[in-house]
């Protein structure tokens, strides 16, 4: 969420930094309710201040043996008056916070202007691809010769569903390991495991709700709760109505989780294999930092991200994505492409996002700064380190042999019982 102060000083000027990203926001409407508001908040403190002091006025009344009679219809009066105003002011304040929960991030000033994915920038590669010297296999073709089941899963569950199994299960759990090691060991991460079941506030706390509520499982219930889209739900609510001390800052969090996502807006999008489902694993990292530090942090966050990919050998991009292309909590974002040699071509594998204070305003997330001894809204950064059924595909690709078996990547070898190949 923007900060109130700053829309009601300079809505204009947030209005041209949200254009930035192609989002129009209606500052004569939005300027009509606040000052609604403002007179209705002038009303209501003139009416309680009246009451109190006829209220006053009633206490000396009776202290001298007066007839305030005439005080007290007048007291009652003002209160219900009061009430009245209070009620139109609760609405217009809720109004109000409705239209700020639909208003995105403000953008970095190093994020690339543009309007969608054709303007962003490449920023670094790792690894050019290397011809494999053979027609490139696409991951379903050499996965169902290896134990990757659509057609199962789509009598258990329909489309955008997998089962794994044999050697291909123990790949993809041997992914899962071989990250959180790496994240927990080298990168100094604190592994958590986490509710995958959320209640609404987590998720207007870090900004899928209300925007993105097509995108969620909602599970039945009272309360009623949604399968969590990204582990970055329930981390990053970890912090949630917290006042940090100084000393604990930077938090660093990892997670694996499933991910759950109805991808309403990605009909007709990756129908084939795993790029795209409902259901998929990934290893979420999660920063909490003071803010002076937070753009430190994302460069951090992306460099472990990265390491995943090198230490699997997988050719990769890096990606500053622009204005347009830039997700609605995130001030900026960097995306890891991986190379699939079947579409030749590079696909997301991650996306490391520094939110600033955007999230902890929601969250009320704070620490205790040392220096003024005041709680301030600490800043929270998110990627994936890395998604993992994209790492799967990636592998299978990239490490394919002519004859459809696979090659087992060096780092992942000894989760996989010293196993070399997958055939």
Same mark, same amino acid.
């Given at each position: ?104 991030? =403000? ?8 309007? *969608? %994915?054709?303007?962003?920038?490449? =920023? ?13 296999? *696409? ?37 899962? #390991?071989?990250? /959180? *090691?790496?994240? &927990?060991?080298?990168?100094? $991460? ?37 399968? @969590? ?27 694996? &989780? ?36 937070? $753009?430190?942090?994302? %460069? ?11 230490? /699997? ?5 890096? =990606? ?12 900026? &974002?960097? *995306?890891? %492409? ?25 969250? #009320? ?5 040392? &220096? ?22 990636? @592998?299978?690709?990239? $490490? ?7 090659? @087992? ?15």
């Amino acid at each position: 969420m923007l900060d109130p102060k700053l829309l009601r000083s300079d809505l204009t000027g947030v209005a041209a930094q949200l254009a930035r990203r192609g989002f129009v926001l209606d500052v004569v409407g939005f300027a009509a309710i606040e000052e609604r508001r403002k007179a209705v908040q002038i009303e209501a403190d003139r009416l309680r201040a009246e009451r109190n002091a006829n209220a006053k006025a009633v206490g000396f009344a009776k202290a001298k043996g007066q007839d305030c009679a005439a005080l007290l219809a007048t007291g009652e009066t003002l209160g219900v008056a009061l009430e009245g105003v209070s009620r139109q002011l609760e609405q217009l304040q809720t109004e109000l916070e409705n239209l700020q929960l639909g208003l995105p991030n =403000i953008l970095h000033a190093s994020v690339p202007a543009g309007t *969608d %994915e054709a303007a962003n920038v490449e =920023i670094r590669r790792w690894r050019e691809p290397a011809p494999l010297g053979f027609e490139p296999k *696409d991951h379903v073709a050499l996965g169902e010769r290896l134990g990757m089941d659509f057609e199962a899963a789509g009598r258990i569950s329909g489309a955008r569903f997998v089962v794994l199994t044999g050697a291909l299960a123990r790949l993809h759990r041997s992914l899962v #390991q071989f990250m /959180l *090691d790496l994240h &927990t060991s080298e990168h100094g $991460y604190c592994e958590a495991y986490v509710p995958y079941l959320v209640h609404a506030n987590a998720l207007v706390g870090t900004g899928q709700l209300p925007k993105f509520a097509q995108d969620l499982f909602a599970v039945g219930g009272d309360p009623g709760f949604f399968l @969590i889209p990204t582990a970055e739900v329930p981390v990053t609510n970890l912090v949630r109505d917290q006042i940090l001390g100084g000393e604990t800052l930077p938090l660093k969090f990892v997670a694996h &989780t499933p991910c759950f996502r109805s991808e309403a807006g990605a009909a007709g999008k990756d129908t084939r294999g795993m790029i795209r489902q409902h259901q998929f694993d990934k290893v979420e990292l999660v920063h909490i930092v003071r803010p002076e530090q937070s $753009y430190e942090a994302l %460069e951090q966050l992306t460099g472990h991200a990265e390491a995943v990919l090198r230490a /699997l050998e997988l050719p990769y991009r890096v =990606i500053a994505l622009c204005a347009g292309d830039v997700g609605f909590s995130s001030a900026k &974002t960097y *995306d890891l %492409e991986v190379w699939l040699p079947s579409q030749q071509r590079y696909r997301e594998i991650s996306s490391c996002s520094n939110c600033e204070s955007f999230q902890a305003r929601r969250l #009320q997330a704070r620490w205790r700064n040392p &220096t003024t001894g005041k709680p301030e809204l600490v800043h929270t950064l998110n990627g994936s380190g890395v998604a993992v059924g994209r790492a799967l595909v990636a @592998i299978l690709e990239n $490490y394919q042999q002519a004859d459809g078996s696979v090659r @087992i990547p060096t780092a992942l070898q000894r989760y996989m019982g010293g196993a070399v190949l997958l055939k």
